[in-house]
């Protein structure tokens, strides 16, 4: 993990945010699913999460 706290352009795993915000894993991959933001696929087993489209979409829930 970074040390330092990531910049809102900054395209992150599930795992990293759900540490970020205290949430299981899961719970990010549920509101992928349900289209609470966007996924971006960089490969067949590598999925990113923009920061900055997460920390919205949490904040309108």
Do not use: C, W
Not at 14 to 19: F, G, N, T, V, W
Not at 21 to 34: C, E, G
């Amino acid at each position: 993990m970074a040390t330092n706290p990531p910049t809102s352009n900054e395209y992150v795993s599930a795992e990293y945010l759900a540490q970020y915000l205290n949430v299981h894993k899961r719970t990010i991959q549920n509101f992928a699913r349900r289209g609470a933001f966007k996924t971006y696929r960089l490969g067949p087993k590598l999925v990113r999460h923009n920061l900055a489209e997460v920390l919205a979409a949490m904040a309108d829930q």
